[in-house]
């Protein structure tokens, strides 16, 4: 998902944190290791509802999602990014209606995104 306002630098960003943030549980089970210690592959697939605003009514608005013409690139900065880092990476195809299977294998989903301002 790519919001409004985001740019290549967040891509990037993101791309390492996502190659190095450790959700992956050691022989303790405890989460320490990330998707490169693990060997792990990437599916990057863009989904602009996760960025779903629901506080008015009951019609989610998608408003705070980046356009097409932005986001695309800004995604595939991200896989390259990620690729760069040595994380395999495979992709949906950006805006098309998709069948997607995957095993969440835990409790733990999370979104990632801009890092609060410090103050």
Known sequence: MVAEGDVAADAERLAGKVARLRLF???????????LDTGGEVLV????????????GNRPSFSGAARPE??????????D?????????????FGAHMAVELVNDGPVTIVLGQEPESH
């Open 81 to 93: 990014a990620l690729r760069g880092l040595g994380v395999p990476v495979e992709t949906g195809r």
């Open 70 to 79: 932005v986001a695309e690139p800004l995604v595939g900065r991200f896989c």
């Open 25 to 35: 549980e050691n022989a303790g089970r405890r989460f320490d290791r990330s998707v």
């Open 45 to 56: 697939v863009s989904q602009f509802t996760l960025i779903a605003d629901t506080s008015k």
